[in-house]
């Protein structure tokens, strides 16, 4: 994101899943000045709602519609799913870890801040 039909991204969060540890959440840092600079007419309400809404589906937090409902890899395969949108991930990275709150916030810094 911010402007898709251009192929412009920019890296402002991550969704980590690991199955054996039952493990699915996601963090975003919003850079408002990084996202103005490529597109000054964003909106970056909008913008909040969707990242927002990728969080609380990660959770499966009640109130995240019908899509956190389903089952952790269902909604893992949900968000990452290729689609045309404000919100795009990248192709899904498979890896290893043995602590997968720590293994999120590391790339989280290292690809995001």
């Known amino acids: 994101m911010p402007r898709v039909e251009r192929e412009e991204f920019l890296n402002v969060g991550i969704i980590l899943f690991c199955a054996k540890k039952k493990f699915l959440k996601s963090i975003f840092f919003l850079d408002e000045s990084k996202i103005k ?8 309400e ?3 709602a969707n990242l927002t809404a990728f969080e609380r589906i990660s959770s499966g937090i009640k109130g995240s519609g019908p899509i956190g409902e389903y089952d952790q890899a269902s909604r893992f395969r949900w968000l990452t799913a290729t689609r045309s949108t404000v919100i ?7 890896g ?10 590391r790339l989280h810094q290292e690809l995001v801040l």
């Open 37 to 44: 600079a490529i597109y000054a007419k964003i909106d970056l």
């Open 46 to 48: 909008d913008l909040m």
């Open 88 to 94: 795009q991930c990248s192709k899904v990275h498979p």
């Open 96 to 105: 290893f870890c043995l602590d997968a709150e720590e293994t999120m916030i």
